[in-house]
């Protein structure tokens, strides 16, 4: 089993379980995950995303057969190519972690035509960089990174009063995978409607991927999507410490869907997708 | 055995799934139909809405005794016909039974007393739903304080606290100290640490199981945050049934159609 979407470190709002590596490699161990794609959760909200990350490449370099590194850019800060050559030359990165809503970057064409109803404009303070976010994935596809494109991290309704931070809108993130049908995506943390929508309307697009680590309803939401997305699409998540990893597993392994399903979203996917 | 505290179906797809995947895993099921016409309810439901929605979960609760409960669904925003309506389900149903209140008005607001009344005097626990959203709630939705409020004013009512308020930590606090406020877990993401700021907070013998089922939640996400979460097994027996079994026991009906369910899940 491979947990396609975790993280490894404290987040400022609350304690945490499993933040720590030790923790998480335990909590693997009792779920019987093989391997975790991991990002460092501090860089969120870190302005330099090195500190992060080189502190996630010493954690991941200690357990090289357990944990698999995705490294987080921020398009939105100076000099950012230089975080990225860093990770690419000195690290051996292979995965790309984006936060567009946190970080302030949108994936959109500056050109592009999009209906601003009243649920958009909420979202227009984050289209302010589009041309360092397109460039970024211009990058990621250049050296043929797989992109975690991140829609939240938690209920935004339960966010810290001073720390608002809407997620990222479907219409963002299928605007960026279709401007890039080169780049694989791993959209994560969509519910069961944001996967259905982006799927949708991103032309069905062979390398377009979700976790399902925030697909948590209704009550036959595996095998929806299963039908709809394809079991050879969807991953095995769980946005572990945010979320209790049981959650993702147990959905899985408890849906009404043949074991060939099971076991390409729990494992055969990802190993395809991050050449494991 | 699983006691489900807040479960929800609105077709008949969701019935027939919702049930068989009950029954696969040992759940009896606290149902609630929050509209029988298959959408999203108004904000203001009137009695013949009310009425229509508690006709549909008769007939499922009629016709699935080993395991469904009925909750009957009222909007207090209509006090006098709400209760009517609660006497005549109560006088028309001999098994357990409890009521959810809709979110017409908030709980606290003075017109829901005469129906919590009759609550206390049947003994029939209330869901409440509360929420905490820093982006701001709807109207008439009760948030933790409005709910530890009406727990204190009706202290023989024993209340499921819907969703725990969602951000767990004002939940649990409001709930301190009042013992007749039940957190269900049900609803909201399966937030790591959620259940054990309750337990933390109110006790485990003041948690129970809900999953928010089809609103828009599964059966495993919910569970997830008691098999997930870092307390005894003591502690999730108690939350997963033995708390709402004491609760609905107050009753004095046979458990005996659950007797399946007693026996243990079948996987």
């Known amino acids: 089993m491979i947990d396609a979407n975790a993280y490894i470190g404290e987040w400022p709002f609350r304690r945490l379980n499993h933040a720590a590596p030790d923790a998480l490699l335990r909590k693997m161990d009792a779920l019987d995950i093989e391997k975790t794609v991991v990002?460092?959760?501090?860089?969120?909200?870190?302005?330099?995303?090195?500190?992060?990350?080189?502190?996630?490449?010493?954690?991941?370099?200690?357990?090289?057969?357990?944990?698999?590194?995705?490294?987080?850019?921020?398009?939105?800060?100076?000099?950012?190519?230089?975080d990225l050559k860093r990770c690419l030359d000195e690290y051996g990165m292979r995965n790309?972690?984006?936060?567009?809503?946190?970080?302030?970057?949108?994936?959109?064409?500056?050109?592009?035509?999009?209906?601003?109803?009243?649920?958009?404009?909420?979202?227009?303070?984050?289209?302010?960089?589009?041309?360092?976010?397109?460039?970024?994935?211009?990058?990621?596809?250049?050296?043929d990174l797989v992109v975690l494109l991140t829609l939240a991290l938690e209920d935004s309704r339960w966010h810290?009063?001073?720390?608002?931070?809407?997620?990222?809108?479907?219409?963002?993130?299928?605007?960026?995978?279709?401007?890039?049908?080169?780049?694989?995506?791993?959209?994560?943390?969509?519910?069961?409607?944001?996967?259905?929508?982006?799927?949708?309307?991103?032309?069905?697009?062979?390398?377009?991927?979700?976790d399902v680590s925030r697909v948590q309803g209704p009550v036959d939401d595996i095998e929806q999507l299963c039908a709809q997305v394809g079991a050879d699409h969807l991953l095995f998540g769980t946005n572990c410490p945010i979320f209790y990893p049981e959650s993702a597993k147990l959905s899985i392994e408890h849906a009404e869907i043949s074991d060939r399903e099971k076991e390409l979203m729990l494992s055969t996917n990802a190993q395809r997708l991050f050449a494991l | 055995m699983i006691i489900d505290v807040h479960s929800h179906v609105k077709n008949d797809h969701e019935i027939t799934v919702s049930l068989r995947k009950a029954r696969r895993h040992g759940i009896i099921l606290c149902i609630n139909v929050l509209n029988a016409f298959d959408n999203y309810p108004p904000t203001l439901p009137t009695p013949e809405f009310i009425s229509a929605c508690n006709d549909l979960t008769f007939n499922v609760a009629s016709g699935n005794t080993d395991c469904v409960i009925p909750m009957w669904y009222l909007n207090?925003?209509?006090?006098?016909?709400?209760?009517?309506?609660l006497l005549r389900r109560v006088k028309a149903w001999d098994g357990h039974q409890g009521v959810k209140l809709w979110t017409g008005i908030k709980a606290n607001d003075p017109r829901t007393d005469g129906i919590l009344r009759l609550c206390a005097e049947h003994k029939l626990p209330v869901l409440q739903h509360t929420y905490?959203?820093?982006?701001?709630?709807?109207?008439?939705?009760?948030?933790?304080?409005?709910?530890?409020?009406?727990?204190?004013?009706?202290?023989?009512?024993?209340?499921?606290?819907?969703?725990?308020?969602?951000?767990?930590?004002?939940?649990?606090?409001?709930?301190?100290?009042?013992?007749?406020?039940?957190?269900?877990?049900?609803?909201?993401?399966?937030t790591n640490g959620y259940t054990e700021t309750l337990v933390e907070h109110a006790g485990a013998g003041r948690v129970v199981y809900g999953s928010d089922l089809n609103a828009p939640r599964s059966f495993m996400s919910q569970l997830a945050k008691v098999y997930g979460a870092a307390i005894s097994d003591e502690e999730k027996d108690l939350i997963l049934w033995r708390n709402a079994y004491g609760i609905f026991s107050r009753q004095n009906v046979a458990w005996s159609q659950f007797d399946r369910h007693r026996e243990g899940a079948a996987d």
């Not at chain 2, 701001?136 to 606290?161: Q, Y």
């Open chain 2, 132 to 190: 905490m959203a820093v982006t701001g709630n709807m109207p008439g939705e009760t948030n933790p304080f409005d709910m530890r409020e009406t727990g204190l004013r009706h202290p023989d009512v024993p209340f499921f606290f819907g969703h725990s308020g969602s951000d767990m930590e004002y939940g649990a606090k409001a709930a301190q100290g009042v013992p007749n406020l039940f957190m269900d877990i049900g609803g909201g993401d399966a």
């Open chain 2, 76 to 85: 207090p925003y209509h006090p006098q016909e709400m209760q009517a309506e």
């Open chain 1, 39 to 82: 990002s460092r959760l501090e860089n969120v909200f870190y302005k330099d995303m090195m500190v992060g990350n080189r502190e996630l490449h010493r954690i991941v370099q200690a357990h090289p057969d357990r944990l698999v590194p995705a490294y987080t850019i921020n398009s939105a800060m100076p000099c950012w190519e230089q």
């Open chain 1, 96 to 143: 790309l972690r984006i936060h567009p809503n946190y970080h302030q970057f949108t994936l959109l064409e500056p050109h592009t035509t999009r209906v601003m109803d009243a649920s958009l404009e909420a979202y227009a303070q984050y289209h302010l960089l589009t041309r360092n976010a397109l460039a970024l994935l211009e990058r990621a596809q250049a050296d």
């Open chain 1, 160 to 210: 810290h009063w001073h720390v608002k931070v809407p997620p990222v809108t479907t219409t963002d993130a299928v605007e960026g995978i279709c401007t890039f049908p080169d780049v694989r995506f791993l959209v994560c943390t969509g519910r069961y409607a944001h996967i259905t929508d982006i799927w949708r309307r991103a032309y069905k697009t062979d390398n377009l991927y979700f």
